[in-house]
């Protein structure tokens, strides 16, 4: 949200009439509540996932062998004596994935607990947890996964993949979409024909379909962070043609424009063109099919994760959590492997209900409509 | 319009050629190949291994596959599947039939359910009723297909609901009436329909509400009311038929979403369409019948857009083609 308020440079010479576009706009967005909620839940959410290793008590790859598909701990707020500080119980493992709750002593919940080890936004290496319990007692806030592994933990860093693969494969597929649209729609000709017809070329594919054929191409021996680029990449592939298509119509309607003809008489060349006079137009229809493109990347990333062709275990991502949960059996035993299904659920809905109101606050006349 | 459809059924042939390259060329990148894993087992000698390479035209050259196959295709050869060692046509016919039926049992619903509240949110805007809808309407529009259906057969198995979990028939289904057999397919259609047909519904109805009460405000409907029309015939006479026009464009657009939420609906609810068949062939890396998957995909996506731009044609007499 915060990027509406920033005047894109552009547009100097008109700085006061941009400013002012930029500010009702953001004063119409934040009439709309449902945006401004959806827009709050989303930037806690992107808080949370970046602060994940101080916030989760445990390190993502931590496996409790002996304590796997255990429920959530239930935690005590109350004893003998009344309210009392929250504590747990240890938990024993009596047979297959069936706990006993051993109430010989109480673990009380530590604030700021020294735990494992992990890096706090890349820079240095610390264990101070927000909270957490000595051993042998566990905090399974959501319960733990087939190896033992908490998933409140997991969900917390599976959220990075999930949260971050939308927004970098949105300015991905935005900037192929602008470079190609803008080429296609200022040069048209067999330019334009050659880069449309690939685009057509690429739409006329199931989405999923090609999703699926790509995924495959992937090595299944490379490192995360390259498979995490490479699930973005073939994201971007599948998404810029739609953009690409509007990007080309937009500037096909303004590419003789008197303002483009005399950028031209002047002996501007057609790189400076597109980018200073042309392509600002889009601005408006970039943001908007940015941020409500960015709900259907999550969904397509936890789909592929989910069948096991997007990111791979022991990395987590909300989507391939739930491949845990693809058993039937298994859900009904242990309905907390559900949980990461929600959190997609809630980034989505968020990121539709802010798209909503930006659509509306930057194009007001559309509002009567709604 | 006969030219017209002439004309686009001709359009389509380089752009399926295109495709046919595109997913040759992806199919090549993949790494690995059915025969190499099927060299890791012990029991299969060198020599079929060499009989099938030859068998499946995998010794020549790239090019010369690809001309191969496409030659295979034009005669309406899709080539030999490598998993289920049958024609990929035969495995195909039935799960593209199959995905048909779930795709149009989801329209159904979707469509169904989608107008009469589109109607009734323009009508009553604002209202509580509205005000559920469109909230209905955005939870739709953001749950993930696969985890709709993953919660749906969690509520029936916890709940004990008498309804199949999974597949698109029970054990004893050779053995049921003609009438039995039918609803036998309906009842497992019922999970991967209402899945897929929420999604769409969610999209459908935020459009027909939008439109419809684009209508409402226009002059002919004024002018309508200002005859003493009955407001019913305003609005299913009046307004109603020029609001759904928009609906039919749309329609082009949801065959593509149909597809593309059918493939991770039917892996979840085992219903055996094309979605679950590409999947497993990709997996497995059954060359012949994923491209075909990919092509037969189009195929449906392209000839679903020409439906969508006659049917277009038909309701506006405004719009002609040439």
Known sequence: MDKINQKPRNLKNNNDKDYEFWYDTWKRLRRHKMAVIGGTIIIILYLTVIFAGFLAPYNPYKSFKKHFFHPPTQVHFTDEDGLTWPYVYATESVDWAEYEVIKDKKYPIKLFHRGQEYELLGLFETDLHLFGVDEPAHLFLLGSDNYGRDLFTRILFGGRVSMFIGFVAIFITTIIGLIVGGIAGYYGGWVDNILMRFAEVIMSIPSFYLLLALAAVLPIDISSTLRFFLIISILSFRGWAGMARVIRGMVLSIRNEDYVLAAEAIGARDPRIIKNHVLPITTTYVIVRATVSIPGYIIMESGLSFLGLGIQEPNASWGNMLTAAQNVTKITNFPWLLIPGFMIFFAVLSYNLLGDGLRDALDPKATETN | ?322
């Open chain 2, 1 to 322: 319009m006969r030219t017209y459809i002439l004309r686009r059924l001709l359009q389509a042939i380089p752009l399926l050629l295109a495709i046919s390259l595109l997913s040759f060329f992806i199919m090549q990148l993949s790494p690995g190949s059915y025969l190499d894993t099927m060299k890791l087992n012990p029991d299969v000698s060198e020599e079929l291994i060499e009989t099938m390479k030859r068998q499946y035209g995998l010794d020549k050259s790239v090019p010369e596959q690809y001309f191969h196959w496409l030659w295979q295709i034009l005669q309406g050869n899709f080539g030999e599947s490598f998993t289920y060692q049958v024609p990929v046509l035969h495995v195909i016919q039935t799960r593209v039939v199959n995905t048909l039926i779930l795709s149009f049992a989801a329209m159904f619903i979707a469509w169904g359910f989608s107008i009469p509240i589109g109607i009734y949110s323009a009508t009553h805007k604002y209202t509580i009723g509205d005000n559920i809808f469109t909230s209905l309407a955005f939870v739709g529009l953001s749950i993930p297909n696969f985890f709709f259906a993953l919660l749906l057969l969690f509520l029936i198995v916890r709940f004990n609901i008498p309804l199949p979990i999974n597949g698109m028939t029970s054990i004893m289904h050779d053995f049921m009436s003609p009438m039995g057999k039918v609803l036998d397919i309906l009842k497992h259609l019922l999970v991967p329909a209402v899945v897929l047909g929420t999604a769409s519904m969610a999209t459908l109805t935020r459009i027909m509400r939008g439109q419809m009460i684009e209508a409402m405000r226009s002059d002919y409907i004024r002018t309508a009311k200002a005859k003493g029309l009955k407001n019913k015939k305003v609005v299913y006479k009046h307004a109603f038929r020029n609001a759904i026009n928009p609906m039919i464009t749309i329609f082009g657009f949801q065959i593509s979403m149909l597809l593309s939420g059918a493939a991770l609906t039917e892996t979840v609810t085992g219903w055996p369409g094309l979605g679950k068949m590409m999947l497993t062939a990709v997996r497995s890396k059954d060359l012949y019948l994923a491209m075909a998957g990919l092509m037969i995909g189009s195929v449906l996506l392209i000839i679903g857009n020409l439906i969508a731009d006659v049917l277009l044609a038909v309701s506006d007499p405004r719009i002609r083609y040439s």
